[in-house]
């Protein structure tokens, strides 16, 4: 599976984006997929996962209620709906996908990362 985020960009606070992952290769309708990010000075932290089918999704607690993951697999794209920024959303979000597993066990189980794209949130 490779995937390409897509998306980023400068917002003001309170406002809204949404990020995309295209992926490629067959195992991507059968894999979990998750939005990761890293800030500057920062350890890599998970965002928010979905499971195969759509059916179960997960969220950090710090996103919980404003991010929303989802996924087309007609379209092999994963989204990120992110809405009510704030400044400490400012980040390099990245895709991943475990591309032997159909729910999500955690971030050493995702075996494919794509390359990130970077948030910006103005206060």
């Known amino acids: 599976v490779q995937l390409q985020a897509s998306g980023g960009g400068l917002v003001q606070a309170g406002g809204s984006l949404r990020l995309s992952c295209a992926a490629s290769g067959r195992t991507f309708s059968s894999s979990a997929m998750a939005w990761f990010r890293q800030a500057p000075g920062k350890e890599r932290e998970f965002v928010a996962a979905i499971s195969w089918a759509g059916s179960n999704a997960a969220y950090a607690d710090s996103v919980e209620g404003r991010f929303t993951i989802s996924r087309d697999n007609a379209k092999n794209t994963l989204y990120l709906q992110m809405n009510s920024l704030k400044p400490e959303d400012t980040a390099v979000y990245y895709c991943?996908?475990?591309?032997?597993?159909?729910?999500?066990?955690?971030?050493?189980?995702?075996?494919?990362w794509g390359k990130g794209t970077l948030v910006t949130v103005s206060s």
């Open positions: 991943a996908a475990d591309g032997s597993g159909a729910y999500y066990k955690g971030a050493n189980y995702m075996n494919y």
